[in-house]
């Protein structure tokens, strides 16, 4: 796809020649991931880190630190519910032969003093377990969402900071940088194919199901929000949320906002087939319409409260949506050869 070309072009230049081979290995799979929305899982055991990895003695029982240390080419010694992640993250797998921790709120002690980690990181939601986890080893604790914060400038300081502790900060800063160009070629994209057909992006209503009748709806503080920001995408959902970005409401509340919905697995029981049946989604915007235009997207599971990678994965996800084959960078020639 044109636009996908011109991406991966852009991404490339904003590296830098030290960097461009790895960089275009790691945009050609995340366009990839987006296009297909590819499922991949790597949890065997092994001894040696598979290709790019490189091995650190810590263990994150947060799933958003898991991921960003994949992210930076790091593989913890454990991490928490690793089977679970692979349900609600994803992408980015974690690599072969990380060792399931046990619960997150919950991990096996006696595993974690086994394995005797240099370091322990855990989220401040975490931090009522400080106490235990310091007797085995000394305790790091990251915050990545905070009331009244940039969440993405809080996404950057947490990975330049999980670099410098597993003396990755090059690869923490190609992170960065990969991430702040691809979001900056889509909302190029996103421009580009706005002013050609005279009509810009629906406001979107991002939702996760809680159960049939009940949804996580995200803004304010959010990683999504974060994210369409970086897109230039509005938020049609204004309301109040909590520290985390969502807040729970009933379907009800939302019949009578205009947007696009965005509904981010995993779905609750039944899926389709009981969405179908749901009356109150029947109700929903975009469906009761039946227009193609505005018609809901289903998205694989993206990390709702994640860092860099998910956010990554999560713009690419949307943008094979609601880019077309036509969109080009601004800028870009379109003759074939570029």
């Known amino acids: 796809m044109k636009w996908l070309l011109a991406l991966i072009s852009l991404s490339l230049l904003a590296m830098g020649p030290a960097s461009a081979a790895t960089t275009d290995e790691a945009v050609?799979?995340?366009?990839?991931?987006?296009?297909?929305?590819?499922?991949?899982?790597?949890?065997?055991?092994?001894v040696r880190p598979p290709a790019g990895?490189?091995?650190?003695?810590?263990?994150?029982?947060?799933?958003?630190?898991?991921?960003?240390?994949?992210?930076?080419?790091?593989?913890?010694?454990?991490?928490?519910q690793v089977a679970t992640y692979a349900?609600?993250?994803?992408?980015?797998?974690?690599?072969?032969?990380?060792?399931?921790?046990?619960?997150?709120?919950?991990?096996?002690?006696?595993q974690l003093a086994a394995l005797a980690p240099a370091d322990i990181l855990i989220s401040p939601m975490l931090s009522s377990l400080a106490p235990r986890l310091?007797?085995?080893?000394?305790?790091?604790?990251?915050?990545?969402?905070?009331?009244?914060?940039?969440?993405w400038q809080t996404l950057v300081k947490a990975t330049r900071q999980l670099g410098k502790l597993t003396q990755r900060e090059p690869q923490a800063e190609q992170l960065i940088r990969l991430s702040t160009a691809r979001l900056a070629g889509y909302?190029?994209?996103?421009?580009?194919?706005?002013?050609?057909?005279?009509?810009?992006?629906l406001p979107l209503l991002m939702v996760q199901f809680m159960d049939d009748r009940h949804?996580?709806?995200?803004?304010?503080?959010?990683?999504?929000q974060a994210v369409i920001e970086r897109m230039g995408i509005d938020n049609a959902w204004q309301g109040d949320t909590n520290?985390?970005?969502?807040?729970?409401?009933?379907?009800?509340?939302?019949?009578?906002?205009?947007?696009r919905m965005v509904v981010v697995e995993p779905l609750p029981p039944g899926g389709h087939q009981a969405l179908a049946h749901n009356g109150l989604w029947q109700a929903m915007p975009g469906v009761r319409e039946n227009s193609q235009a505005s018609a809901p997207l289903f998205l694989p599971p993206v990390w709702s409260f994640g860092a860099l990678p998910s956010a990554n994965r999560f713009a690419a996800l949307l943008a094979s949506h609601l880019i077309d084959d036509e969109a080009t960078l601004e800028g870009e020639t379109t003759d074939g050869n570029h």
């Open 28 to 46: 050609a799979d995340e366009a990839a991931a987006a296009m297909a929305a590819m499922k991949q899982t790597a949890m065997t055991e092994t």
């Open 53 to 80: 990895f490189i091995d650190r003695p810590i263990v994150a029982l947060d799933w958003t630190l898991a991921e960003t240390l994949t992210g930076i080419g790091v593989r913890a010694m454990g991490v928490g």
């Open 87 to 110: 349900s609600w993250v994803d992408q980015p797998a974690l690599p072969q032969g990380t060792r399931d921790l046990g619960l997150r709120t919950q991990p096996n002690l006696e």
């Open 134 to 151: 310091s007797a085995i080893a000394p305790v790091t604790s990251i915050a990545i969402y905070t009331p009244d914060a940039d969440t």
């Open 187 to 201: 909302n190029a994209a996103l421009r580009q194919q706005a002013a050609r057909k005279g009509q810009s992006p």
């Open 215 to 224: 949804v996580r709806i995200f803004g304010h503080n959010s990683l999504f």
């Open 243 to 259: 520290a985390w970005g969502f807040a729970t409401v009933s379907l009800e509340k939302l019949v009578t906002l205009k947007g």
